[in-house]
Nanobody, 116 residues
Framework: QVQLVESGGGLVQAGGSLRLSCAAS????????MGWYRQAPGKQRELLAI???????TYVDSVKGRFTISRDNAKNTVYLQMNSLKPDDTAVYYC??????????WGQGTQVTVSS
């Protein structure tokens, strides 16, 4: 059973930074891609960033230029560096792994709260 464990969330002031980590219980090279999602209260879960096994990255427009996804294959860990945080970034952030087409595995989420 694959497990994904997120960490690094917390309370930060607007303009601040956080780095989220997602540690996998297996080699992340087993997956075609890893991704970060978030879900704010009353809103649908939103895909933020993807990194493929080859290192290709894509971002949703709302975080482009502020967030950076990266991976350390040796540590089986994916990161999300978040800079210039805004109150609208407040949400629960989830890590996910995609084997082929579907996002098959999910972490439990980590809360990020940005105060104004």
């Amino acid at each position: 059973q694959v497990q994904l464990v997120e960490s690094g969330g917390g309370l930060v002031q607007a303009g601040g930074s956080l780095r989220l980590s997602c540690a996998a219980s297996t080699s992340i090279l087993n997956f075609a891609a890893m991704g970060w999602y978030r879900q704010a209260p009353g809103k649908q879960r939103e895909l933020l960033a993807i990194i493929t096994s080859g290192g290709f990255t894509t971002y949703v427009d709302s975080v482009k230029g502020r967030f950076t996804i990266s991976r350390d294959n040796a540590k089986n860990t994916v990161y999300l560096q978040m800079n210039s945080l805004k109150p609208d970034d407040t949400a629960v952030y989830y890590c996910s792994a995609r084997e082929v087409v579907d996002w098959n595995y999910w972490g439990q989420g980590t809360q990020v709260t940005v105060s104004s």
